[in-house]
């Protein structure tokens, strides 16, 4: 089975800070990937999905994340955070099965 | 947030007790999903479900039972509630009918057991 692994459930950058957060999975043939994004009290959003289509992806909010085979990672990135950032956010593979599996979540909090 | 709602939204319960929580969706995507998220786990697979009468297990099933009986509603039942299912649960369909699709989630459900 598929498995996805957040590194830190706590990251905390300052305003206008370059926002890098990890995921890694493992897979052996080259997976959905997705990240989500959730507020305080609210359900998930998806923020970026990638369907192999390119490696780097476009998301809302500013959100980025890169595909990268070779390190099995879709690290999360925004040049710029802004308070409004703040929520948790969750990386998460599609399996053959269907089934999607998600990672622990990573809080981000953002220092003003 | 594609038309999936969640009923009840809250539910406190005691032990023992069986519970149903309902999850509907108005736009007919074959795929639905039940996850429950805790803190430090992040979202866990109950069951889902491929079509009408057509389920499968997640990684935390136990405890848990699942119906389709119409493409629009996904019943999540806990025969005899425990209170290690004291959790916020969260619905999903995902679009496409097969290969990649995008999950949308609806708004949770928060279940105590007292």
């Known amino acids: 089975a598929q498995s996805v692994t957040q590194l830190g459930s706590h990251v905390s950058v300052s305003e206008g800070a370059l926002v890098l957060l990890r995921c890694n999975y493992s897979?052996?043939?080259?997976?959905?990937l997705f990240w989500y994004v959730q507020y305080p009290n609210q359900g998930l959003q998806l923020l970026l999905k990638y369907t192999s289509a390119a490696t780097l992806v476009k998301g809302i909010n500013g959100f980025e994340a890169e595909f990268k085979k070779s390190e099995t990672s879709f690290h999360l990135t925004k040049p710029s955070a802004h308070m409004s950032d703040a929520a948790e956010y969750f990386c998460?593979?599609?399996?053959?099965?269907?089934?999607?599996?998600f990672g622990k979540g990573t809080r981000l909090h953002i220092l003003p | 947030d594609a038309g999936i709602t969640q009923s009840p939204r809250h539910k406190v319960t005691e032990t023992g007790t069986p519970v149903t929580l309902r999850c509907h969706q108005t736009e007919n995507h074959r795929y639905m999903y039940w996850y429950r998220q805790d803190p430090g786990h992040g979202l866990r697979l109950i069951h889902y479900?491929?079509?009408?009468?057509?389920?499968d297990k997640g990684e935390v099933s136990d405890g848990y039972s699942v119906s389709r009986s119409k493409t629009e509603d996904f019943l999540l039942t806990l025969e005899s509630a425990t209170s290690s299912q004291t959790s916020v649960y969260f619905c999903?369909?995902?679009?496409?009918?097969?290969?990649?699709?995008?999950?949308?989630f609806g708004p949770g459900t928060r279940l105590t057991v007292l």
């Open positions: 897979s052996s043939v080259p997976p959905y």
């Open positions: 999903a369909i995902r679009t496409g009918t097969g290969g990649f699709g995008e999950q949308f």
């Open positions: 479900s491929y079509g009408v009468k057509d389920t």
């Open positions: 998460a593979v599609q399996q053959r099965d269907d089934k999607i599996i």
